[in-house]
């Protein structure tokens, strides 16, 4: 009976300090010390040779780096003017860019860093996502910045490596997107509407427009396909959203971070890392319709984020600011 007891207590021991320890440890830091100003944007990871892409918006550069350390391998210059959105085909040999200062697709050799091919587009190309499951990049193109109302989903096969399809919205400014394999749905955010556009990916026709509560300027987005949520990242003030993903309907809000920039759903411990301007929240899942902030980090000014699970690590990128004497890459291992 004395031993029962004693594992039971051991038992309950353990259980309070997994319950009770935090989700993200910071474990190092990676100096940046040539990139002196400027927006990072997204990530792109390549598990089979270890390596880990980001686009430096103002300095211009693919920073390349090994994992899972986070030590800086490259900075490459010459391929991309302003890249925004970057994503790897399945073998990890090209890298497409979203290069808004040639308005193009730019595709290069990651052995050689050689330009393959540039695709032009509208003015602007930033935010996009890619469905494995079709080899398609969706890239927003065009709007504002072409001086129209009117914006372009531009299909990018990144086998053929060619536009096969372009999808007009009636925004002037595309922001994050998200894929629904369920239910062949495109989540789309139109930042100077307030407004998520549902896309039929079976008829390439917008189907249908969500309002984000306001203020708003939805930029960040993240959906998990097993509680059909779709989660929105608001800026000024800093805001979550919970939106059911069939009806739009607003289940919670949160205040969070402020000039969200990422979202990540982290399956398998039910959990969000949202970056932005003044640090990381990590939001766990209670239910499908209730959520709560559980840690908050310092990432030095950095809203820019990706997460490997097979490695558990998170990765997060800064510029030099008022809050960093210089950029840098921060890894955070996820407890």
Not at 188 to 212: A, Q
Request: avoid cysteine.
């Amino acid at each position: 009976m004395k031993v029962i007891k004693l594992i039971a207590i051991i038992n309950s021991i353990l259980f309070s300090t997994l319950v009770s320890a935090a989700p993200l440890t910071l474990q190092s830091t990676t100096p940046l010390p040539e990139i002196t100003g400027g927006d990072f944007d997204h990530f792109a990871a390549d598990l089979k040779r270890h390596r880990l892409y980001v686009s430096a918006e103002i300095y211009g550069s693919i920073e390349v780096f090994n994992l899972p350390d986070g030590s800086h391998l490259a900075s490459e210059r010459s391929v991309a003017r302003t890249p925004h959105k970057i994503a790897l085909t399945d073998s990890g040999d090209e890298l497409f860019i979203a290069d808004a200062g040639s308005a193009s697709a730019r595709i290069v050799d990651t052995k050689t860093f050689a330009l393959k091919q540039a695709i032009p587009l509208e003015a602007q190309p930033d935010s996009g996502v890619v469905d494995r499951r079709t080899g398609i990049f969706y890239l927003g193109n065009g709007g504002a910045q072409s001086h129209k109302e009117t914006a372009y989903i531009s299909l990018i096969s990144m086998a053929k490596q060619s536009v096969i399809s372009r999808i007009s919205v009636p925004a002037a400014q595309i922001k994050a997107m998200a894929t629904d394999p369920a239910t062949e749905r495109l989540f789309v955010n139109f930042r100077d509407k307030n407004e998520v556009g549902i896309v039929d990916l079976r008829t390439r026709k917008l189907m249908g427009v969500w309002p984000v509560p306001g203020p708003s300027r939805n930029s960040a987005m993240a959906f998990d396909s097993q509680s059909n949520r779709l989660f929105i990242g608001s800026r000024n003030p800093g805001k979550l959203f919970v939106l059911d993903a069939k009806t739009g309907a607003v289940v919670q809000a949160l205040d969070i971070v402020e000039t969200s920039d990422e979202i990540i759903f982290d399956r398998q411990h039910k959990q969000l890392f949202v970056a932005g301007s003044n640090g990381l929240d990590v939001i766990r899942q209670i239910d499908n319709d209730h959520y709560k902030i559980v840690q908050h980090v310092d990432t030095m000014g950095g809203k820019t984020a990706t997460y490997i699970p097979s490695m558990k690590k998170l990765y997060v990128v800064h510029t030099k600011s008022a809050d960093s004497a210089e950029a840098g890459l921060q890894v955070f291992r996820v407890n």
